[in-house]
């Protein structure tokens, strides 16, 4: 155990400065494991990752591919063992600002620059069995060509406009604006393949192959284009495949084996801003297009595409209404004829579809279960579930080995981070491969608490205990209520971390009410529509059985929470003063508010109806809010907007039950971030916002002073 790795909960700096693995891709031939590990940048104002490989045999230590400022991300596999990924080292020309496509050879040597566009490229797609090549890119409506996209954007940059008209819904999405480029998809072509205006032949689709598709001279992995080489506008050919479908390609691409079609997802528009979402199969070779899953009053998904490319296991779900929850379905979509065929049928469980087998038998799969999330194994045949693995925790990522008798994925629980494992599918066994960076040692101990629900329902829950907590030293505790909120408390996160806070000697609560994924359909319909019902009886239910325990200090409690989670922060600040504290982050206020302003409106409507408003917004109830409230609010938040926060410091000031006094005092604190989205990114405010909240938990549970960070300015500056 390294010193770094022992220190990082009792040490904001060594915390945010701590890499983060996330995903992973496998070569064709199953001999080459790649991920992706962030760590702050440079700069310190955020994070960039870098590419690992790891091997598959665990014979070897990891070892880092690529090492640029900018960071590299989106790795994707060709045929032939090249390694293509994006990065944003800055090109040679002004209007050059976005990520390019790079690739590093099978045969070794230093990384080619592949393309380079105005805009820039998101995702490359490697077919498994040929030599063809995809890249979803953004493209200007008004472009016909690279050329004019090029001008377009230059012109746009020049001008320094950043005006959008939009004609349609929605406009923004999580912190970022819509438009006006356009996600699109491109067939990556040697330049001597026909013109986009002549019909390519199947055998010139979009190669891969380094020795057919050029790139640019070889040369390292750099943070310039003049040390890695300049691409050549003539070299590459970018054909366009969503021509015409301009803002309805909903950006999904899974790309048949033999390369020969994609599977994409399809935006349909629907009366009143609405909209669900269909499946399209596109030829690569002619760019025809033709609708194979589009059923009004359902949305799909697109999934992994069998071996002999014939099938899709996709996702069915049935659009939401206040009376009835969603329910996603797993299903085998014919590819020829768009027939469907219901898998996991007697499985109450919402199943993604991973991985195929390679004998096309049956599939892998993941969802949530009980607090974990662990790996299935679905029957293409008779759609039987099998569970594979068996332990406490949840993967992602999951790819199976050509072989077939193994597979990897990124595995994870609130017992350690995210970290690179074999399945053995034999046995479930799971065996962690040579990462990157060790484990964190912890500096406490993870159980389970259970309780019944005021309907009979049981209720379930992790506690992070700090290992000194005793009957004779009982921790104050914590409830922390996640977001979603079809969600789980089942996997690590470094945004919610209950060990940051168990190192100051605070038990977590970290609990699954209803609404919460795992745990069946009806405990999901239990809270539907009735999130200040069964959500918030189920999460006093499990506090009052934590706080039975010996070494629960039930004197000593706060309530925290963020999205949803802070939706039922605020909504037990006006039901019970039970909590001594309550932290509530990028939370929803006023429903009636909320639903027409959020970015995804149209989504939230399909639950959110006057009735709950009425009857389940917090706001309606800040006359009784009586314990003090930190909010925390980022400016860039588009899924929760700023207004919610705003409104609920200036109500908590003006109308709870614990207002500003005379002079102009309050209990109440509002940690505003201007340039944070809706989960607080920045290491150094990642920082602050562990500090902050530290000090008020402190303030009110401990009654000690914390204090404040010199960084916001309130204090005078430590002596050298």
């Avoid at 590299?72 to 209007?95: H, I, M, N, Q, W």
């Avoid at 040929?130 to 008004?142: E, R, Y």
């Avoid at 001008?151 to 746009?156: D, G, I, V, Y």
Wanted: charged content about 20%; proline content about 8%.
């Amino acid at each position: 155990m390294t010193q770094h790795s022992s220190r990082i909960f009792s040490d904001l700096d060594h915390y945010v400065a701590h890499p983060r693995l996330s995903g992973l891709t496998l070569s064709p031939d199953g001999s080459r494991l790649v991920t992706s590990v962030s760590s702050v940048n440079t700069a310190g104002d955020g994070y960039s990752a870098a590419l690992w490989e790891i091997d598959p045999a665990g014979e070897h230590p990891a070892r880092r591919l690529t090492r640029s400022a900018k960071g590299e991300s989106a790795p994707a596999f060709s045929v032939s063992g090249d390694l293509y990924f994006t990065s944003s080292r800055p090109g040679e020309k002004p209007e050059q600002k976005g990520a390019a496509l790079y690739r590093l050879p099978a045969a070794g040597g230093e990384a080619e620059l592949v393309t380079r566009r105005a805009g820039g490229v998101s995702q490359p797609h490697c077919a498994q069995q040929a030599p063809v090549t995809l890249l979803s890119a953004p493209l200007l409506p008004g472009a016909s060509s690279e050329q004019e996209q090029e001008q377009l954007h230059t012109r746009r940059e020049d001008a320094s406009v950043k005006a959008i008209l939009h004609t349609g819904y929605p406009v923004r999405f999580w912190d970022h604006d819509l438009g006006p480029a356009r996600p699109s998809l491109f067939a990556l072509e040697p330049a001597a393949t026909p013109s986009p205006d002549s019909a390519p032949s199947p055998d010139s689709a979009a190669s891969s192959d380094s020795a057919t598709l050029p790139g640019s001279a070889t040369s390292p992995v750099s943070d310039d284009d003049a040390a890695a080489g300049t691409a050549d506008p003539e070299a590459v050919n970018l054909r366009h495949l969503t021509e015409g479908l301009g803002s309805r390609f909903g950006g999904e691409v899974q790309l048949g084996p033999d390369g020969s079609s994609a599977l994409i997802s399809v935006i349909v528009p629907e009366a009143r801003a609405g909209q669900r979402t269909a499946l399209a199969v596109v030829d690569v070779a002619s760019g025809e297009r033709r609708m194979i899953a589009d059923e009004p009053g359902y949305s799909f998904s697109a999934g992994v595409i069998s071996p002999d490319g014939r099938t899709a296991a996709v996702v069915r779900s049935a659009q939401p209404t206040p009376e009835r929850a969603p329910q996603p379905q797993l299903h085998l979509l014919d590819l020829q004829t768009g027939g469907l065929t219901r898998l996991a049928a007697e499985a109450d469980l919402w199943l993604s579809p991973a991985a195929w087998l390679p004998d096309g038998s049956g599939l892998l799969a993941l969802a949530d279960q009980g607090g974990r999330g662990p790996v299935f194994r679905v029957d293409a045949a008779s759609g039987a579930v099998h569970q594979v693995t068996s332990e406490d925790a949840t993967y992602s990522a999951v790819l199976v080995h050509p072989e077939g008798h193994t597979a990897y994925g990124v595995r994870s629980s609130y017992a350690h981070p995210e970290e690179v494992v074999s399945i053995d599918l034999a046995t479930g066994e799971a065996t962690r491969l040579p990462n990157p960076h060790e484990r964190p040692e912890l500096p406490g101990t993870l159980s389970e608490v259970t309780a019944v629900g005021d309907d009979g329902a049981p209720v379930r829950a992790w506690l992070a205990l700090p290992a000194e907590a005793s009957a004779k030293d009982p921790a104050p505790l914590l409830l922390w209520i996640h977001g979603g909120p079809l969600n789980s408390w089942n996997a690590w996160t470094w945004r919610w971390n209950p060990w940051l806070m168990v190192a100051q000697g605070y038990a977590v609560l970290l609990p699954d009410p209803a609404l919460s994924t795992g745990y069946g359909q009806e405990f999901v319909q239990r809270g539907w529509n009735s999130w200040g019902g069964h959500p918030f009886t189920d999460l006093m239910s499990i506090t009052d059985a934590t706080e039975a325990r010996e070494d629960i200090d039930h004197t000593r409690t706060a309530a925290m929470g963020g999205s949803f989670g802070g939706y039922m922060a605020n909504w037990i600040a006006g039901q019970t003063d039970r909590f001594s504290a309550i932290v509530t982050h990028a939370s929803l206020w006023a429903l009636d508010q909320f639903g027409p302003t959020t970015d995804m409106a149209s989504y939230w409507r399909n639950e959110l109806d006057e009735r709950m408003a009425a009857e389940h917004s917090p706001h309606l109830h800040v006359e009784k809010i009586v314990t003090p409230m930190l909010v925390i609010h980022g400016d860039k938040d588009y899924r929760v907007p700023i207004g919610e926060g705003l409104r609920l410091w200036y109500e908590l000031l003006a109308k709870s039950g614990l207002p500003a006094d005379e002079d102009g005092q309050t209990a109440h604190r509002f940690l505003y971030f201007p340039d944070e989205n809706h989960w607080v990114l920045s290491p150094s405010h990642a920082k602050i916002w562990y500090q902050v909240v530290s000090g008020f938990l402190a303030e009110h549970l401990l009654g000690t002073a914390s204090e404040l960070p010199a960084e916001l300015g309130l204090t005078a500056p430590a002596a050298d």
